[in-house]
């Protein structure tokens, strides 16, 4: 029982880690991956993932006391509800394509590739990675 409330905030929960074939990209192709998620101390349902292309830049607005922005540029959502046992490791294979509209990366704009995998009555597991972006 304890076990179990301890996962549901995140402690001793499943793992997730985006491992992606490579980390630079031209506009238009295709992002290739995979998500790993391995179990933590007890079962968990894991009822989908979501992978975000955030577009990240620094601006100053008016509007905002904050200068960093973001802009979702894509989704991609994978229902896979299934249960992950503890210690073990499941693959979840994924392509995303980037939009001809996609910005390139420079020195205050960057793109990340934001993982979320999706717990039901649980705190989600997140994973982040940036990816560089070329015209």
């Given at each position: 029982?304890?076990?179990?409330?301890?996962?549901?905030?995140?402690?001793?929960?499943?793992?997730?880690?985006t491992v992606l074939e490579k980390g630079q990209f031209t506009i238009g192709e295709v992002?290739?991956?995979?998500?790993?998620?391995?179990?933590?101390?007890v079962p968990i349902s894991i009822q989908s993932i979501m992978l975000q292309l955030v577009y990240q830049f620094e601006e100053v607005r008016d509007d905002s006391d904050f200068s960093s922005h973001e802009k979702e540029m894509d989704r991609l959502l994978m229902n896979i509800d299934r249960e992950i046992l503890p210690g073990e490791t499941q693959d979840f294979p994924f392509e995303i394509t980037l939009r001809k509209t996609h910005p390139v990366t420079e020195d205050n704009k960057q793109t990340f590739l934001?993982?979320?995998?999706?717990?039901?009555?649980?705190?989600?597991?997140?994973?982040?990675?940036?990816?560089?972006?070329?015209?």
């Open positions: 029982m304890w076990k179990e409330f301890l996962s549901s905030i995140g402690i001793g929960s499943v793992k997730v880690d992002v290739e991956g995979k998500v790993v998620i391995t179990g933590g101390k934001r993982t979320t995998v999706i717990i039901p009555q649980a705190v989600d597991a997140t994973d982040q990675d940036e990816i560089i972006i070329k015209g």
